[in-house]
């Protein structure tokens, strides 16, 4: 199956320093989801997105649905060191079947005190 | 709390046995899911259900069975015929139509003795 191309694969940061990550395909989706994985456990959802230009803020997480609907992005802002973990992007395809996603392959977040 | 039950936390296969992997929500969700996830790397769907005694091969299948006889319950079989199947495990819900997210449990580590 189809996976998304996320990046970076890994970010080694310092607290309180801004990320970004992204999320890349040749096809389009109708929805994109950003999850967080922490160790041992499953994803949880973070912010989902559903319009083309679609802004969405969760706390200091701001996500983007890209214009051509082929892209997403995920903005973490002043990191602290419990937003370390695994952000996986999911996208649903422009008619795919029922509720099926697509995931990309997770960027790893480590944040230094 | 309304959720997603996965266990075990952690199971053991002997070569040649036949485990199964056990996911219950209480979330009334007609959609459930079965994904793999290797170290450092993204989810892969094995098995889907829509509606209560059905369900279709994800991208991963082989070695791998599952039923659907009730609503609530998705039991995923890891068969012998699975010839590598140390991975940590992910069950999966959702409402079936729309574009509603899926909601994860916390997932099952299957290893060989």
């Known amino acids: 199956g189809q996976q998304l191309n996320q990046s970076p694969q890994s970010m080694f940061i310092q607290e309180g320093e801004d990320v970004s990550m992204n999320c890349t395909s040749s096809s389009i989706f109708n929805t994109w989801l950003w999850y967080k994985q922490e160790p041992g456990e499953g994803p949880v959802l973070l912010i989902a997105l559903y319009k083309a230009g679609e802004l969405t803020s969760n706390g200091r997480l701001t996500a983007q649905f890209g214009i051509t609907r082929k892209d997403s992005f995920l903005n973490i802002s002043a990191s602290i060191p419990s937003d370390v973990g695994i952000y996986f992007c999911?996208?649903?395809?422009?008619?795919?079947?029922?509720?099926?996603?697509?995931f990309g392959g997770g960027t790893r977040l480590m944040v230094k005190p | 709390d309304g959720g997603i039950t996965q266990s075990p936390k952690y199971l053991f296969r002997k070569e040649g046995q036949n485990v199964t992997l056990s996911c219950e929500q209480n979330l009334n969700h007609d959609a459930m899911y079965w994904y793999r996830q290797d170290p450092g790397q993204g989810l892969r769907l094995i098995y889907y259900s829509q509606i209560v005694n059905d369900f279709q091969k994800g991208d991963i299948a082989e070695g791998y069975s599952v039923s659907r006889e009730k609503k609530e319950s998705f039991p995923l079989t890891v068969t012998s015929a699975q010839k590598n199947p140390t991975a940590f495990y992910l069950c999966a819900s959702s409402p079936q139509g729309g574009n509603q997210p899926q909601h994860f449990g916390d997932g099952t580590r299957l290893s060989i003795l």
């Open positions: 999911a996208g649903r395809l422009s008619g795919g079947a029922g509720n099926m996603l697509t």
